[in-house]
């Protein structure tokens, strides 16, 4: 069974520019998160979805950042403008909503230069 | 408000014994841990929740102390494989999703 898919993996891009993450969670999990995880700290969580319905976002800057969640499957975190403080890696995750275990992507790295 | 791990780094050898502790400020429900390898996505190992049990597979165990809103992760007889930062996420509601993630600890072994 394939895992939580991310992309792209790595990304390089400049201050005010936009970005966008994508995932992929595991097939009929209903739950999906983003988290941002700064270089030795734990993840934070950005946006919790149950199917499309974003039911915690409560730590996401709106200002800048957004996140959908189409049809309850595939979903998108973007940035813009991006800023210095938003390097980080970017973390989606699943669960199928029956358990505690929240089963991770490898992330997205990003640097903004 | 975020859990505090201690210590924040520990070197062991093989088959020798580390115990990673979780602590809370808030009442806790749930006690969530995970292992995160070097690049790579965090892994979840176990949960624990306000009136459970010790909970544990292999040689990894952890407990969980409600009135001191503190939980500890056992490891014992450790492998190379156990090498990793690992992370303590807590929830003061029956919702899972709500999780605050400590700081992390890094575990090294060494031969």
């Known amino acids: 069974e394939a895992g939580v898919v991310q992309s792209p993996r790595y990304k390089i891009i400049e201050k005010k520019q936009p970005v966008a993450f994508w995932c992929n969670p595991i097939?009929?999990?209903?739950?999906l998160y983003w988290y941002r995880q700064n270089l030795g700290q734990g993840p934070e969580l950005l946006i919790r979805?149950?199917?499309?319905?974003?039911?915690?976002d409560s730590q996401l800057p709106k200002d800048r950042f957004s996140a959908e969640r189409l049809k309850g499957v595939d979903s998108t975190l973007k940035i813009q403008p991006a800023e210095l403080g938003d390097s980080a890696v970017y973390l989606c995750?699943?669960?199928?909503?029956?358990?505690?275990?929240?089963?991770f992507g490898q992330g997205t790295r990003l640097t903004v230069v | 408000q975020q859990p505090v791990q201690s210590p924040q780094a520990v070197i062991l050898r093989e088959g020798e014994d580390a115990v990673i502790n979780c602590s809370s400020s808030k009442a806790l429900y749930s006690v969530h841990w995970y292992r995160q390898k070097h690049g790579e996505a965090p892994v979840f190992l176990m949960i624990l929740l306000k009136g459970g049990e010790q909970k544990g597979h292999d040689k990894i165990s952890a407990s969980f102390n409600e009135k001191k809103q503190q939980s500890s992760l056992y490891l014992t007889a450790s492998q190379l494989s156990y090498s990793g930062t690992y992370f303590c996420?807590?929830?003061?509601?029956?919702?899972?999703?709500?999780?605050?993630f400590g700081q992390g600890t890094i575990l090294t072994v060494h031969p």
């Open positions: 996420g807590t929830s003061g509601g029956t919702s899972y999703g709500k999780l605050t």
């Open positions: 995750a699943s669960s199928p909503g029956t358990g505690p275990e929240a089963f």
């Open positions: 979805y149950e199917n499309e319905e974003a039911v915690d």
């Open positions: 097939s009929g999990h209903n739950t």
